[in-house]
């Protein structure tokens, strides 16, 4: 099998051995779904369920309250911070649906 240049799993092991390390010290954080791509090899996405999800991890990665941006569309709401983890980017986000009606029972 040829190697592309530049696209070998070994360019993603920063990033994953930091995200490894950040597991290991805060293993009660929740859980998320979490991405790396040899497109962008020191760069890490995690996708959180809950807003209280994204701030526990903001918390853990002490990102300061004015780094979370906020962006909503008609449908979806999303939280999101960039910061660093050791020499690599992590991207944490929450996409949400806001309740817009009140509900009667």
Same mark, same amino acid.
């Given at each position: 099998m040829n190697e592309? +240049?530049?696209h070998a799993l070994g =360019?993603? %092991? %920063? #990033?994953l051995a930091a995200l490894a390390r950040f597991a290991h010290t805060h293993p009660a954080l929740p859980g998320g779904y979490l991405t790396t791509s040899s497109f962008t090899p020191t760069e890490a996405? /995690? @996708? @959180?369920? !809950?807003a209280a999800d994204l701030e526990a991890w903001r918390e853990a990665l002490h #990102? *300061? !309250? *004015? +780094? /979370? !941006? @906020?962006? %909503? =569309?008609n449908q979806? =709401?999303? @939280?999101e911070?960039? !910061?660093?983890?050791?020499r690599s980017t992590v991207v944490v986000? %929450?996409?949400f649906s806001l309740a817009t009606q009140a509900v009667t029972a």
């Open positions: 592309i +240049e530049g =360019t993603q %092991a %920063a #990033v996405r /995690v @996708l @959180l369920d !809950t #990102v *300061d !309250t *004015d +780094e /979370v !941006t @906020l962006s %909503a =569309t979806r =709401t999303k @939280l911070f960039v !910061t660093r983890l050791g986000f %929450a996409v």
